[in-house]
């Protein structure tokens, strides 16, 4: 009861006037700063309070148990609207919802049956399908990894439609597919991914993408420890069947590390945009690891819905954000322009138009 005083207070003290609009948010296992999920909602929230003038609190629970004690925390101080992110909050969300039916309630990446909650999903199998499109489009091996976090529906979506999208470029195209582990400790757990990545290497995948929240990063320091595949390491049956990015400037130690008959090694970032992340010699004018990203635009979909209370919009519900909403896709910006060509997005724009008209399925598991 103490601690529960102690977060309403501190709460309390964040705010600058009743007439503001508050807005507090309930950050997933991996933190408000993990570079992927969660610090996506966070700077929707941030740019909410710089074009819309609202108050934003957080809270970021160091036991799961705890969710629920921060959530009650706002409501009691009627914040406008609270926002649970991650479907592990579903439960704390709705409970707090239903005990105060006169408040706002969001919920990301789960639906609550309750009627002042907007849930805010996401169609992660289209934008997974275009990143799985430019793996198998730039692979030197034709053998692709995946790494998901919790194995659970939502990350298989995630899978799938990788699969799907490089299998529609490439239909000889390997993907290898692992789970970090089925408990919540799976979104926070670099030191397994790794040990997952090396695996995956060692069976001749070159590229990468995993959708493992704080996990990922695991995958991401293999890649920047190994940088490369060697030619005399390839398992039985897979060969070097490209060589793309020859002519690319390559970072001192990639020469060192990766002399002889090798080709480089590519991380797919998930969520937010981690693209910078495979800048290892901080040049950006040099080879970068990381090939693109599989955007999830969860600060698009917080930033609409705080809009939306705002101008007094609010609606309880499902609201999906796909392709066509634009909330998901991929990215391309200076840190990985020199890998995917023009060529490469103006076919990856003709499958991404093709996706959101229904002239492509994406399978979701």
């Known amino acids: 009861m103490k601690k529960i005083l102690t977060i309403a207070l501190a709460l309390s003290a964040s705010v600058a006037s009743a007439q503001t609009l508050r807005v507090g948010i309930a950050y997933d296992a991996g933190g ?15 740019r909410a309070e710089k074009n819309l003038g609202v108050k934003s609190s957080d809270f970021e629970p160091s036991d799961p148990s705890q969710t629920v004690q921060g959530i009650r925390a706002f409501a009691n101080e009627g914040f406008d609207l609270t926002v649970g992110v991650g479907f592990a909050n579903n ?6 919802a239903k005990e105060n039916p006169d408040l706002y309630f969001g919920l990301v990446d789960d639906v609550s049956a309750e009627k002042n909650v907007a849930s805010l999903v996401f169609q992660e199998e289209q934008g997974s399908y275009l990143v799985g499109y430019i793996a198998a489009m730039n692979s030197a091996t034709g053998v692709l990894g995946f790494v998901g976090g919790m194995d659970i529906p939502l990350i298989h979506k995630f899978e799938a439609g990788y699969a799907a999208g490089a299998k529609a470029f ?11 582990g089925t408990t919540p400790d799976a979104w926070n757990n670099p030191g397994k991914a790794k040990e997952i990545a090396g695996s995956m ?16 990063n695991g995958v991401i320091d ?9 030619a005399s390491a390839l398992p039985s049956g897979v060969k070097f069947v490209n060589n793309k990015f020859a ?12 002399a002889g008959d090798t080709r480089p090694m590519f991380f797919i970032g998930v969520d937010s945009n981690q693209n910078y992340l495979g800048d290892f010699d901080k040049n950006p004018a040099t080879m970068n690891h990381g090939l693109t990203s599989m955007l999830k635009r969860v600060d698009n979909a917080v930033y609409a819905l705080i809009k939306d209370v705002k101008e007094d919009k609010f609606k309880g519900g499902e609201r999906r954000f796909g392709l066509k909403e634009g909330g998901v896709g991929y990215s391309v910006d200076q840190y ?4 995917i060509t023009s060529a490469q997005v103006a076919r990856l724009e003709a499958v991404k138009a093709k996706i959101i008209s229904g002239a492509i399925k994406v399978p979701s598991k």
Request: charged content about 20%; proline content about 1%; some cysteine.
């Open 170 to 180: 490439n239909p000889k195209v390997k993907v290898i597919a692992q789970y970090v």
């Open 336 to 339: 990985n322009k020199a890998l």
């Open 32 to 46: 408000k700063f993990d570079k992927s999920f969660n610090q996506s909602a966070y700077e929707g929230t941030q």
């Open 222 to 230: 293999y890649i920047k420890q190994t940088q490369c595949l060697k």
């Open 201 to 216: 290497r060692a069976k001749g995948a070159d590229i990468i993408f995993a959708a493992a929240g704080g996990s990922g």
């Open 247 to 258: 002519t690319l400037k390559k970072s001192a130690a990639y020469t060192k590390a990766c």
């Open 91 to 96: 439960a704390s969300i709705s409970q707090v």
